[in-house]
């Protein structure tokens, strides 16, 4: 490859230019309610009671700073992806988005929801809204994306052709409806579903890769894929590289900025490393987010 990786944050903006982009498109960002936001940084603080790794966020900073964090790196477009680990929370969480969104015209509204009878009322609203993401975290809200009470809200996301960032791999950690079975079962319902993995599906790729190859609106997302912190706990086996590279229109950029304990360079660092070429990484790090959210250049 002849444009070198960015070698730490300040070289990002390079890297992009470089390839010829007008800069970057991730789906995988999190801004949520300060207290909310805390105890997420605070579970954090704790990982290796958890993961059995620490894991020091690196972006704990101010909402401004994060800000503008993001805007020096050159991400121009980005969601804020709340997610409840209960009950009662998904409204209170989508109204907080709308506004912050509002107020900040580079963020994608997003929203999210979880299994309870509101929930149908709630997701029409924040589509009336203008939410253009949903999120959902399978591990973290511990309930099957099959449940009965969210077939209407899967049906409708379906036929607004909405994406929906879906967490339901088994890592970093396994819960009791993560892995590709519950999501394999959810598209064989709702087939049209713009579905896009988190993390790839880490652990299970292979699988992942399955879904994405079977399912026309499928993505998967890059957040921490093939860098050195997840290979050393979830390793990628290389010899998916080609099925990656031949996905090139499905992939698209994500970070989990900004709780993740390395710089944002390295997450970019690591897609180059995988050396699928530079058309590859101009569709994954710009284009197919672009197209997905139908941004203007």
Same mark, same amino acid.
């Given at each position: ?78 969601? =804020? ?78 036929? =607004? ?65 093939? =860098? ?70």
């Amino acid at each position: 490859m002849s444009v070198p990786p960015p070698v730490d944050d300040a070289d990002v903006p390079r890297f992009w230019r470089e390839l010829g982009l007008p800069g970057l498109v991730d789906v995988h960002v999190h801004f949520l309610p300060p207290r909310v936001q805390a105890k997420v940084w605070g579970y954090f603080e704790a990982a290796r009671e958890h993961y059995g790794t620490d894991w020091p966020v690196r972006y704990a900073l101010p909402e401004d700073e994060r800000l503008a964090v993001l805007g020096g790196l050159g991400v121009r477009a980005f969601p =804020t992806l709340p997610y409840p680990h209960k009950a009662g929370m998904a409204a209170w969480l989508n109204d907080w988005s709308a506004a912050f969104a509002d107020a900040h015209p580079q963020v994608l509204s997003s929203a999210t929801f979880f299994p309870e009878p509101e929930a149908p009322h709630y997701v029409a609203e924040a589509l009336h809204r203008g939410a253009r993401v949903f999120k959902v975290h399978v591990q973290v809200g511990g309930f099957d994306p099959r449940h009965p009470l969210l077939e209407p809200v899967w049906s409708r996301l379906e036929e =607004t052709g909405t994406p929906v960032v879906v967490h339901c791999g088994s890592g970093p950690l396994r819960g009791e409806h993560t892995g590709p079975g519950p999501a394999a079962g959810l598209l064989e319902r709702h087939p049209g579903l713009r579905l896009v993995v988190a993390h790839l599906g880490m652990p299970e790729y292979r699988e992942f890769l399955d879904l994405a190859e079977r399912y026309e609106h499928v993505h998967l997302d890059t957040t921490m894929f093939a =860098t050195g912190f997840t290979e050393r706990l979830m390793p990628f086996d290389r010899a998916l590289r080609p099925r990656l590279g031949a996905l090139r229109e499905k992939v698209l950029l994500g970070s989990d900025f900004p709780s993740i304990p390395y710089p944002y360079a390295e997450q970019l660092a690591a897609l180059a490393g995988l050396d699928l070429g530079e058309d590859w990484l101009r569709a994954v790090l710009h284009d197919n987010g672009a197209r997905l959210f139908a941004l203007e250049d």
